[in-house]
């Protein structure tokens, strides 16, 4: 794909003696937010993991802007514009929202019109930025655990279910979050198994299976084709609303 920020080519990951990722293909366009579906076990996070340098590729290509990433340092990676959001968000609960976020800035301390942004994106990190990151309830956690990756512009994000357990409320905050970030041109790549918030705020779409991409196409078609849906994933994201 002439467009893809970021490329997969038959990459196998192993972890230990279990052979998770068998061979993905993975375009991810520039500019856009593209999902990764699947059922639990099909080998999303691993993906993400693998592209950033957490496992190593134990076969294929990772190319990200047209340069191999595939099999380098987590922190060589970082620094080519990769940000990674995962599962378990990663504050430091004791430290300030401030702290945080001055933490995650690598060029120095954050920039004033930068975190403006952020705020218009995520109001509650100016309400709670001198309290500490612990008090957070569990979606204003995952805010934080986003304004972080995105505290110096990145090329492109790596975020891993931000809407797992949060109450409905809240998953609707995220979407006008990230509809924020899309905007801003921000490329991501966005493991989700709310089909909802998947469908709401996705372009493109890969479902895997078994380690292996299956399909891969629009988000557009994929909600509208609710036979695919049954077959792909056994659900409806109509049913879903």
Not at 133 to 160: F, N, T
Not at 200 to 214: C, F, I, N
Request: hydrophobic letters at 45%; zero cysteines; glycine letters at 12%.
């Amino acid at each position: 794909m002439p467009d893809a920020l970021l490329t997969l080519a038959g990459v196998h990951t192993h972890i230990g003696q279990y052979h998770i990722l068998q061979g993905v293909d993975l375009a991810v366009p520039r500019g856009g937010i593209t999902v990764l579906l699947g059922r639990n076990g099909a080998g999303k996070t691993t993906t993400l993991r693998t592209i950033m340098g957490l496992w190593k590729p134990s076969a294929g290509e990772v190319t990200f802007d047209g340069r191999p990433i595939g099999g380098h340092d987590t922190p060589d990676i970082a620094r080519a514009g990769i940000a990674y959001v995962p599962e378990s968000m990663g504050i430091f609960a004791d430290l300030t929202v401030r702290e945080n976020m001055v933490l995650a800035a690598r060029a120095g301390p954050p920039d004033p019109a930068r975190l403006d942004w952020i705020f218009s994106v995520f109001p509650a990190l100016k309400t709670f930025w001198n309290h500490p990151a612990g008090v957070l309830s569990g979606g204003q956690k995952q805010m934080l655990s986003i304004a972080r990756a995105v505290v110096e512009p990145r090329r492109l994000i790596l975020v891993d279910e931000p809407t797992k357990g949060l109450a409905p409320s809240i998953i609707e905050a995220m979407i006008r979050g990230f509809g924020e970030l899309k905007r801003s041109e921000t490329t991501i790549l966005l493991v989700e198994q709310n089909v909802r918030f998947a469908g709401a705020l996705g372009d493109s779409v890969a479902v895997m299976d078994d380690g292996r991409v299956v399909h891969a196409g629009t988000m557009q078609a994929l909600v509208a084709d609710t036979a695919l849906q049954a077959r792909l994933l056994g659900l409806s994201l109509e049913a879903s609303h």
